[in-house]
């Protein structure tokens, strides 16, 4: 897959695509139904995504709780997953958010990118205060000389399909619901950081990675399964993780930590890739290392029989 970030350095064969336009947070399976239209709408061109960094809506609101399913790299991984051959991940700035209507349809999608056809949510809106509609859109593309198609709402199990709905199921500690929504895992991506060392100095080193920015699901243990994508060690884990800010020494800042089964190995700088599979418990304080012991044993076996079944 191949990705531009500047839309005035696009090279004629990247000109001409279908492409989908949206956040794709989570890329969930509403917006695999937007990407598989865009597919359809023109099998001959190029499939391309035309998406935006940063969100639009931490652009206007940079103070908010963090909200994000995914971050860009992890975004991208799963978009090459669906088959994408281009992204368009354009920075989100100033100029771009004072674009009216017929100048984002004029100036990026026709002009800057050469798109021949573009695929949106029904519900889209574009431009300037979001001043422009999916009827907008249409009636400018007969204009420009670009198709447009709208994807259909899309439901499973009577429940519309959002990013706010997994939001919610990982808030609650669902992560098999999300996953129905998702139409994959619920995966958290990064880099493996330096953290205190204090799970080998209790038997269960672990991969220490930084949430910060991403919607933080409900803190507690969970099983999981894990992917190491670069290194040495590169290759696929079953684990238990702990999110949260870890009570027992008194942390404020939440990370995820991951103890991977059966593994010896330095993973520092490595990107891990980690699933959330299932809830097993609530993040507590325990009344001595003792019993945090005990229960991270007993955490590891139900892990162990939950992701054999998986």
């Not at 090279?11 to 239209?37: C, K, M, W, Y």
């Not at 891990?272 to 299932?278: C, R």
Request: negative net charge; aromatic residues 8%; glycine residues 10%.
């Amino acid at each position: 897959m191949l990705i531009y970030r500047d839309p005035s350095t696009i090279p004629d064969e990247a000109r001409g695509a279908s492409a989908a336009i949206g956040n794709f947070d989570g890329v969930h399976l509403g917006h695999q139904a937007v990407i598989d239209t865009a597919r359809r709408a023109a099998p001959e061109a190029k499939l391309a995504v035309l998406t935006f960094e940063p969100h639009p809506r931490s652009f206007f609101a940079p103070d908010a709780p963090p909200f994000r399913l995914t971050g860009p790299e992890a975004r991208a991984s799963r978009l090459e997953k669906l088959g994408i051959d281009i992204l368009f991940e354009l920075p989100f700035n100033a100029a771009l958010a004072g674009l009216s209507p017929r100048a984002f349809a004029e100036e990026i999608v026709r002009d800057a990118l050469g798109l021949s056809h573009v695929v949106t949510g029904e519900d889209f809106c574009f431009g300037k205060g979001r001043a422009g509609t999916f009827d907008d859109l249409a009636r400018l593309g007969a204009e420009l000389g670009f198709g447009v198609t709208a994807a259909e709402i899309f439901e499973t199990g009577g429940t519309r399909v959002s990013s706010t709905a997994i939001r919610t199921a990982l808030s609650e500690g669902r992560p098999r619901d999300a996953a129905a929504l998702l139409g994959h895992w619920h995966r958290i991506e990064g880099p493996v950081l330096h953290g205190e060392k204090r799970g080998r100095t209790l038997g269960f080193p672990t991969a220490n990675m930084s949430i910060a920015g991403l919607h933080p699901p409900r803190f507690g243990v969970y099983a999981v399964l894990a992917e190491v994508k670069d290194g040495p060690h590169a290759g696929r884990y079953h684990g238990a993780a702990s999110i949260g800010v870890r009570p027992m020494f008194g942390e404020n800042v939440a990370n995820l930590e991951t103890y991977l089964f059966d593994f010896s190995g330095d993973l520092y700088g490595a990107h891990l890739s980690v699933a959330l599979v299932e809830f097993l418990r609530p993040e507590e304080r325990f009344d001595g290392v003792d019993a945090l012991i005990a229960q991270m044993d007993s955490d590891c076996a139900e892990a162990r029989a939950i992701l054999a079944a998986a």
